[in-house]
Structures are given as C-alpha cells and as structure tokens.
C-alpha cells in the first residue's frame, strides 16, 4: 500500500486528528487501472457533498489541488487494477465535539490492492439479513462519513456462506447491504429502496439509475416480503460493479435475464471509460 498524507508520502496523522478522535470526515473508495478513474467526477462531487453538509467545505482552490494531484501523482503509481481510497478530515482543532469555525483539512490518499469479484459477478452470491438496524438521520444520509460502527458490526455478525447481509431501519425498511446498494426486479420492473433518511447513495447505483432506460424504475419505502417475493435481486457497488443474488435469507432465487443484461451494459460503460 501507498499513502499520501496532505500530498506528501507518508503513512501518520496526527492522534489529534478529528477523524481520529471523532469520525469527522468522509471517504471515497474508487477504482482505478492505468490511465484510468473510474466515475472519478461522481466520487468526488458526492464527497464534496458530504463535506459541505458537514460544514467544511473544499475551497474551489482546494478542488482544483486534489484533482490534479490524483492525474499527475497517483495515477502514475497505477500499473494494474487498484483502488485508491481518499479520506478527508476536519483535521485538527475545536474544543471536544465543537468543532473550529474554519477547517484545516487533513487529505489522506491510499493506493491499494483491488479485490477481485469477477467469480461472483459469473456465479452470484447469497444474502443473510442482518440484525443490526441502520439509524436513519437525514443529516448524515447518503454520504460517506467516517462513523461507520453500524457496518463493522453487521460484518461481524456476517456468517459463511451469505457474502452480504441486507439491513433494515428501525421501523423495518430495507435500505442497503453492508458494503452495497441493493436492487430487485418484479414483473420487469427495477426496484431500489429510497435513501433519503438513511444509507449511503453509491456512485454505481447513480449510475445504473442513469445509463439504463429499458425498465421502469420504483424508488420507495419496502419491506422484507418484497424483496423476497422479487423475480431476480442484485447487489452493487463501484468496486464489485452489478453482482447477481441467488439467494435471501435461505431463499434461493435465480440470476435473471435483467440482471444479466444490465451487467452487460454497465460493463459496456466500463470499455467506453477505458476508450
């Protein structure tokens, strides 16, 4: 692993960092080959996003530093599939939770090692369904803050052979899975659950929402049944792309001929990048 702190090689932050004492800032994960980020602009544009809701906004002249420090100095690093992870803090300052009026931001950027999903994305995975509950906060929903204890601890109760584990709110709604956005189709129509109040609005799942046209798309409040009583269910994420689900807490269900053909065309827009 290589990592950037505040543009320079190093590996520390300091242990009065805000995202250290607090969680106080977001991430972006992205994935990357050589001479190539994937939905680069869409990363970036929702953790500016995230900071601005968490009031500490990038500058425009910050912005501009970041974007061309990953074309100029990363991206040369890249000589086979990675990702590169950026996380930025409130940096240090503020008295307890209060935090500074103005932020000195702490930018951490990691090259790591990818993962490789390309047997699930042929073969499919199961799903369990977690006990631990999402908290819905429409201050905090959608973005990709740095207080993530709901999604270690699901992981934890995260058994073999389930891959993933769909979590629900407190009043029973699905939201998300622990490490991606959930999709199911019933009579030909794409369903996802709405993220207004709690989740996280991934980069891939905008795009799906974008790039496809063919399927009338449901985007609402949904219970467990209805997820279970779907015709085909996938799960995604910018890193794992469209993955098939063939089974939810022990209900076997098929990869279907949408799921596949919406893999199809999002792998298209992945050589259209690469072009």
Known sequence: MTWFVDYRLNSSVSVADRAFSYGDGVFETIRVIPQCFFQLNDHLSRMYRGLTKLGMPLSFEQKQNLTRFLHDTVLPFIDRESVVKIIVSRGEGG????????????IVIGILTAPDYQTIRKSGVSLSISPVPVNKNRFLAGIKHLNRLENIVAKRFLLSPDFEAIMLSSDQRVIECIQSNL????????????????GVQGTFRQAILKEQTAYVVQIGNFGLSEVKS????????????????TAVGGLSLPIGIHTRKLQKLMQSKDVHAVL
């Open 183 to 198: 999709f199911w189709f019933k009579s030909g129509i794409l369903y996802t659950p709405a993220l207004s109040e709690a």
């Open 230 to 245: 779907a015709d085909e269910v996938f799960i995604s994420n910018s890193l794992m792309g469209i993955v098939p689900v």
């Open 95 to 106: 008295r307890g939770y209060l935090p500074p009026n103005d932020s000195n931001h702490t």
